[in-house]
């Protein structure tokens, strides 16, 4: 079966840079001719989860696998992990510092929406190691 | 008629260098140099007309219409863009403008400005019946339209399905003349055009079964017939009907005016275009309820087919407002059906980028671009005749080029 793999260094605190993974695998998807339903769930649900690994975790790495029935998304940092998930995925919830509200992120909506346009998501995290965040958008 | 390549831009191959300057600036990477003259790949222009303002040799040329051509036609009409009242400096009068257009033959004018006021007329009961998924993307910018079609196909949903206000302008004004007994073999309706994208969508009908117009002349080759007999006109005779929020169609941000609400967006140059559209399909913009885009810095007094710096011509036409009334559309006169403001025909999205249509296959062939791609310098020199060296890696495995072409590779 042909399958794609690409992979992102994401730099902590780079505001400017902040995004360009999943622009990147945008333009790829697009390439490939996949659907521009999915096209937008994925570059939702990766955007979201970059920004996530900029803001709150110093940054991180992004790996894609693109196969001819699904793309996986997995996101895994070494920040300071995630202590109540089921919190951190509750609408509205949010750490992020009134510096980080000031730039627009911080509603607390960014993990909800990952969940909301992916098929299937799954966090792991370990306080004071780090977290790593699978997700898988279905092509068909 | 259809043809982008006789549309959009052309090229003087005698002019021509070969310099790349074009290439490295085309927004879609529609530009290749090979043997020593820059090409265009058609099916990816959108005619915005970059290559026209980066070009030191004057060797890409917009395509338009000659003026004499309005003289194939025993009733002329000319419909010009609003941009072509920001050209002129101290103008207290706008229809010293139109006054001007008589002079040099038309028979009358029918300004684009109206259309323009009529289609914000629409846009609003658009907006008030809240069906179109939000936020709506204005529709009359036709390089921004290209683009979305091209490389934002997730977000066509979003773009407001109306005609552009000069296609209702030229449709309007030859329906006037045949109700005043005029046969319509002998009707010709001219736009006069900021730029070649509206060249192109005009002339191909974009959104309309039928092209609406005769002919595509340029604001630039008007202005510099106007100079000439506008001090010479006497008696200004009372033309306009338009008021100044069709009027600031011309330049960015008078579009959204004209949907009276604040929850707006307004981007202009290509560049911010791009960002924004990225932003949308990223889900960031959810709280806009109107996107306005032009590809031209400060909206169509940026078109390249203009004579005055888009910022002073701007600025014009804001001082404008002193002399206009605010909302002139003479909608009575007009009394359309809903629909005729809508498209006859939804443009299509373009599968231009695709490597294949077979998935299986595109992904080779995207795997070979990345194992060329990690081979190459990285300094998108462009002198392998391609924009990028991702770009060239793709035009390799596309068959397009030669991995030779590139001289700066570490053997
Ligand atoms: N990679 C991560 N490492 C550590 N903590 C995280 C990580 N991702 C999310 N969190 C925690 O989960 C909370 C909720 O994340 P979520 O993305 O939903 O909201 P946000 O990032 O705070 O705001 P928004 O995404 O709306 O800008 C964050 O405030 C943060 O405390
Ligand atoms: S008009 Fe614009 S899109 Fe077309 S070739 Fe020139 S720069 Fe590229
Ligand atoms: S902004 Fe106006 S002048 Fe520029 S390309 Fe778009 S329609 Fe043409
Ligand atoms: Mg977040």
Redesign the pocket.
């Known amino acids: 079966m042909s399958s794609l793999h690409l992979e992102f260094d994401v730099a902590g605190n780079n505001f400017v840079s902040a995004g360009s993974a999943s622009d990147e695998v945008k333009k790829t998807l697009k390439m490939l001719g996949v659907d521009p339903v999915a096209v937008r769930k994925v570059a939702i649900a990766m955007y979201?989860g970059e920004?996530?690994?900029v803001?709150?975790?110093g940054g991180g790495k992004a790996s894609v696998d693109i196969d001819t029935d699904k793309v996986k998304i997995v996101l895994a940092?070494e920040?300071?992990?995630?202590p109540d998930i089921s919190l951190?995925m509750k609408d509205g919830?949010?750490?992020?510092p009134d510096a980080i509200r000031d730039l627009g992120?911080?509603?607390?909506?960014?993990?909800?929406n990952m969940k909301k346009y992916t098929d299937e998501m799954h966090i792991d995290?370990t306080v004071g190691v780090g977290?790593t965040?699978t997700m898988v958008v279905n092509l068909r | 008629m259809t043809d982008k390549s006789l549309n959009t831009v052309m090229l003087d191959a005698d002019r021509c260098k070969g310099c790349i300057s074009c290439m490295k600036r085309c927004p879609t990477e529609a530009i290749r140099v090979r043997n020593g003259k820059a090409k265009v790949l058609y099916d990816r222009c959108i005619g915005c007309g970059e290559c026209v303002r980066m070009c030191p040799h004057q060797a890409k040329l917009p395509a338009y219409d000659p003026f004499d051509s309005i003289f194939d036609y025993k009733y002329r009409i000319a419909v010009p863009a609003p941009s072509l009242i920001g050209q002129f400096n101290n103008l207290d009068n706008v229809d010293l403008v139109l006054n001007g257009l008589i002079e040099l033959g038309f028979n009358d004018v029918f300004e684009v400005a109206r259309g323009a006021e009529l289609i914000s007329e629409e846009t609003r009961n658009i907006m008030r019946e809240g069906k179109l998924k939000k936020p709506i993307i204005s529709s009359a910018c036709p390089a921004v339209l290209e683009l979305i079609m091209m490389k934002y196909h997730s977000l066509a949903s979003h773009v407001l399905d109306l005609v552009a206000p000069a296609d209702v302008a030229l449709r309007l004004a030859r329906e006037e003349a045949e109700a005043k007994g005029i046969p319509p073999e002998d009707i010709g309706v001219f736009f006069i055009s900021p730029c070649p994208a509206k060249v192109y969508a005009l002339k191909t009908g974009m959104g309309l079964k039928k092209p609406a117009a005769d002919g595509v002349l340029a604001v630039n080759e008007v202005y510099f017939k106007l100079l000439s007999v506008m001090p010479k006109i006497k008696e200004i005779k009372h033309i306009s009907k338009t008021g100044i929020l069709g009027v600031r169609w011309a330049a960015s941000g008078g579009e959204s005016l004209g949907i009276f609400q604040d929850r707006y967006l307004a981007a202009d140059g290509i560049e911010n275009v791009n960002n924004v559209l990225r932003a949308m399909e990223d889900g960031n913009l959810n709280y806009i309820d109107f996107v306005e885009l032009n590809a031209c810095t400060s909206g169509c007094v940026g078109g390249v087919l203009n004579v005055e710096n888009p910022f002073v011509a701007r600025v014009r036409i804001r001082a404008l407002r002193h002399k206009l009334p605010p909302l002139d559309n003479h909608l009575d006169e007009v009394n359309k059906p809903r629909e005729f403001y809508h498209w006859e025909v939804t443009p299509e999205a373009k599968d231009v980028y695709k490597l294949d249509s077979d998935f299986s296959v595109a992904i080779e062939k995207m795997r070979a671009i990345e194992q060329i791609y990690a081979e190459l310098p990285h300094l998108d020199c462009g002198g392998c005749g391609a924009p990028s060296c991702r770009a060239f890696a793709e035009d390799v495995v596309n068959g397009e080029t030669t991995l030779d072409m590139c001289t700066r590779r570490e053997q």
């Open positions: 979201e920004i996530n690994m803001i709150h975790a940092d920040g300071p992990g995630i951190a919830y949010s750490t992020a992120f911080g509603a607390g909506m960014g993990l909800p995290s977290t965040v």
